[in-house]
């Protein structure tokens, strides 16, 4: 049974910051596949924000955050994070991490991860 716990969200102003975190539990190591952080704010789709592939560490971002967010795993690949700096009222969602085990790559597909986690609010108030 794999397990995602994310942690870290809350409430800012305009270009603050915030990071999220997420623990997976699992009884086994994902070596293949990818993590990544999503989102939804209410009345819109749930959009994909940043992916990491798990073997080699390779990044994507959603346009609108590259540069002012910044996704990373530790070592033993259990705990994902994603720093956010310059928030913007439009950053305001849930955020969700997702996990991806198998073998390709769609780095902001929601429909390619198979795990998520419960999601965490982040709110950017101007």
């Known amino acids: 049974q794999v397990r995602l716990v994310e942690a870290g969200g809350g409430s800012v102003q305009t270009g603050g910051s915030l990071r999220l975190s997420c623990k997976v539990s699992?009884?086994?190591?994902?070596?293949?596949?990818?993590m990544a952080w999503f989102r939804q704010a209410p009345g819109k789709e749930r959009e994909g924000v940043a992916s990491i592939r798990t073997r080699s560490g390779s990044t994507r971002y959603l346009d609108s955050v590259e540069g002012r967010f910044t996704i990373s795993q530790d070592y033993a690949k259990t705990t994902l994070s994603l720093q956010m700096n310059d928030l913007k009222p439009e950053d305001t969602a849930m955020y969700y991490c997702?996990?991806?085990?198998?073998?390709?790559?769609?780095?902001?597909?929601?429909?390619?991860?198979?795990?998520w986690g419960q999601g965490t609010q982040v709110t950017v108030s101007s």
């Open positions: 997702a996990l991806w085990t198998g073998a390709d790559w769609w780095p902001l597909n929601p429909e390619k991860y198979n795990y």
């Open positions: 699992a009884h086994e190591t994902f070596n293949n596949g990818a």
